[in-house]
């Protein structure tokens, strides 16, 4: 069972199953179920990071959940910066870690 989801039989608004489905993240093969954000997709794999910020390296994931931070961006069928936390995952999505390097300060 994934981390975050209970028995259908113990949730007392008893959803409908969801798909599942299958994204592609750094080449690799993540599965989540119909409805969950890139992010939550990864949350539930048991991966907390997947982003380095530009000045030391330390990893980032969700840190806001809502949109207004930008901790989750990864890029998504090569479309840059996008927030893992409002992207719904679609089956076959590839996602790819993005780790930009700090501008270089010309004078």
């Given at each position: 069972?994934?981390?975050?989801?209970?028995?259908?039989?113990?949730?007392?608004?008893?959803?409908?199953?969801?798909?599942?489905?299958?994204?592609?993240?750094?080449?690799?093969?993540?599965?989540?179920?119909?409805?969950?954000?890139?992010?939550?997709?990864?949350?539930?794999?048991?991966?907390?990071?997947?982003?380095?910020?530009?000045?030391?390296?330390?990893?980032?994931?969700?840190?806001?959940?809502?949109?207004?931070?930008?901790?989750?961006?990864?890029e998504v069928n090569g479309i840059r910066d996008v927030?893992?936390?409002?992207?719904?995952?679609?089956?076959?999505?590839?996602?790819?870690?993005?780790?930009?390097?700090?501008?270089?300060?010309?004078?």
């Amino acid at each position: 069972m994934s981390p975050g989801l209970f028995p259908r039989s113990e949730d007392g608004i008893r959803p409908a199953a969801s798909d599942a489905l299958s994204i592609s993240v750094d080449g690799k093969t993540v599965d989540g179920l119909a409805g969950q954000t890139i992010a939550g997709v990864l949350l539930g794999s048991g991966r907390l990071a997947w982003r380095k910020t530009s000045s030391d390296g330390s990893p980032r994931g969700v840190f806001c959940g809502i949109g207004v931070c930008f901790d989750c961006i990864v890029e998504v069928n090569g479309i840059r910066d996008v927030r893992a936390c409002q992207r719904r995952a679609r089956d076959g999505d590839q996602v790819i870690s993005q780790h930009d390097p700090l501008p270089e300060v010309t004078e």
